[in-house]
C-alpha cells in the first residue's frame, strides 16, 4: 500500500503561483509514474502532468507552459509548481502513483488539495 499526503493548496489571485507537494510513503523509485491530476465541480478528473521514473514529464495542453512537475527521490516527494494560474484552474488537486506489482498496475491516490483562482 502506497500513502499519498497532499499540501500547498489554498486561495490565489488570477496570475499568481502555487506549489502543491506530494509526499508519498514509499520510495518514489518503486513506482512506474507520478501524477497530478485535477476534478473541477461537476466535471471528470482529469489528467494534468506526469513523470516518470525515469524523470520524462507530460503535460496536458491547458496547462504546458504554465505548470512544472518534478521530483526530490530523497524525500520521496512530487511538485507541481503552478504559474501563471486562471479561475478556470480552480478545482481540487490530487496526487497519483502507479506501480506495476506481478503485472498488476496498481493506481494510488492521495486525498485531494483545494486550489481556488479569484478573477
Known amino acids: 500500500q502506497v500513502r499519498l499526503e497532499e499540501s500547498g493548496g489554498g486561495l490565489v489571485q488570477a496570475g499568481g503561483s502555487l506549489r502543491l507537494s506530494c509526499a508519498a510513503s514509499?520510495?518514489?523509485?518503486?513506482?512506474?509514474?507520478m501524477a497530478w491530476y485535477r476534478q473541477a465541480l461537476g466535471k471528470q478528473r482529469e489528467l494534468l502532468a506526469d513523470?516518470?521514473?525515469?524523470?520524462?514529464?507530460h503535460y496536458e495542453d491547458s496547462v504546458k507552459g504554465r505548470f512544472t512537475i518534478s521530483r526530490d527521490n530523497a524525500k520521496s516527494t512530487v511538485y507541481l509548481q503552478m504559474n501563471s494560474l486562471k479561475s478556470e484552474d480552480t478545482a481540487v488537486y490530487y496526487c497519483?502513483?502507479?506501480?506495476?506489482?506481478?503485472?498488476?498496475?496498481?493506481?494510488?491516490w492521495g486525498q485531494g488539495t483545494q486550489v481556488t483562482v479569484s478573477s
Open positions: 497519483n502513483a502507479r506501480r506495476k506489482v506481478g503485472g498488476i498496475l496498481n493506481d494510488y
Open positions: 514509499s520510495s518514489l523509485f518503486s513506482m512506474n509514474a
Open positions: 513523470i516518470s521514473s525515469g524523470g520524462t514529464t
